[in-house]
């Protein structure tokens, strides 16, 4: 099997002879790769789903005559969205019986994430749960046009619908998003304010402390997929989500708990040993945490070593 193009000559600091010259194929899945896999994971919620579905992309874009393509990046769009339609209904199966909460894989994001604000709020982790929320025809629609800003012909396309269909579809999705999204885009600055004084309320044992950045509504969701410990239902409530939160303080105060740049927000990585145990990232509405999520699952924390390229 073909592997999917990661580099080219160029990006190896060497010279470019015209034998290891990238085809024009090549070329165009390099210069699109970053925004594919972000279509992809926006769709998935899952780094290892979205790059196997730039497998699937590279291999059919591989085979296109590319004389008879009059928009590369749309065409690479349209292979994408449509791979990851299939692969988005197979993980909802999955996901019927995934033990506990399910919570998107997080990434470790570089700091032009976070300087574009609406693509940094796109991949939040936020936002990534309330488009869990929508059918997957309706996802599809509302990351291409409302994160992409694809025309509702190219989107019709990927999604083989009319255009009609995709503007009542898109009409839809956002009404739904905007019931359920936090009710303002939050700052990094408000995030990384919120975040440092969770870590000294952790790191000094403050209960208090804790249970005055919780809204009343707090919901605090792990994910530890059954292979590690989690709470296995959400925790509704700020006096419930403190107590759980004070019954792992000593454990969480005796780790390297460090701030970093995930899903293009400030988040904290708890390390033991020097390896990385939870990924917790929060949701922020009105100055107070109104969500707490805890990546605890190992399978989803490879992505947390090195940084992942995104792009729109």
Do not use: C
């Amino acid at each position: 099997m073909a592997s999917t193009p990661q580099t080219t000559p160029e990006d190896r600091g060497g010279s470019i002879s015209r034998a290891d010259r990238p085809d024009a194929a090549t070329e165009a899945f390099v210069a699109h790769r970053n925004l594919l896999f972000t279509v992809a994971y926006e769709m998935l919620g899952s780094a290892a789903d979205a790059e196997d579905v730039l497998q699937e992309t590279w291999l059919r874009w591989a085979g296109v005559d590319l004389d008879a393509v009059q928009n590369q990046r749309a065409y690479l769009v349209r292979i994408t969205t449509r791979q990851a339609l299939s692969r988005l209904r197979t993980l909802g199966r999955r996901k019927e019986s995934y033990v506990g909460p399910w919570l998107p894989e997080p990434l470790l994001t570089a700091p032009d994430v976070a300087e574009d604000v609406e693509l940094a709020d796109s991949v939040s982790m936020a936002m990534l749960l309330v488009l869990e929320t929508l059918a997957p025809t309706e996802r599809a629609v509302f990351v291409l046009r409302e994160v992409f800003d694809l025309e509702y012909d190219e989107i019709a396309e990927a999604v083989d619908k009319t255009p009609a269909a995709v503007r009542q579809i898109a009409h839809r999705a956002r009404a739904h998003v905007a019931a359920r999204r936090p009710r303002g885009v939050v700052s990094a600055v408000e995030s990384r304010e919120a975040l440092e004084a969770f870590q000294r309320a952790v790191e000094t044992g403050d209960l208090q402390g804790l249970l005055d950045m919780l809204a009343p509504d707090v919901v605090f969701l792990g994910d530890g997929g059954g292979v590690v410990q989690a709470v296995l239902r959400p925790v509704v409530g700020a006096e419930l989500v403190a107590g759980v939160l004070a019954a792992g303080l000593g454990k969480m105060s005796a780790a390297a708990l460090r701030p970093a740049q995930v899903n293009g927000y400030p988040a904290l990585i708890l390390r033991r040993d020097g390896e990385i145990d939870t990924v917790v990232a929060v949701r922020i509405d009105d100055g107070l945490i109104t969500g707490l999520y805890a990546v605890r699952n190992p399978e989803k924390l490879s992505r947390m070593e090195r940084e992942t390229a995104l792009g729109r």
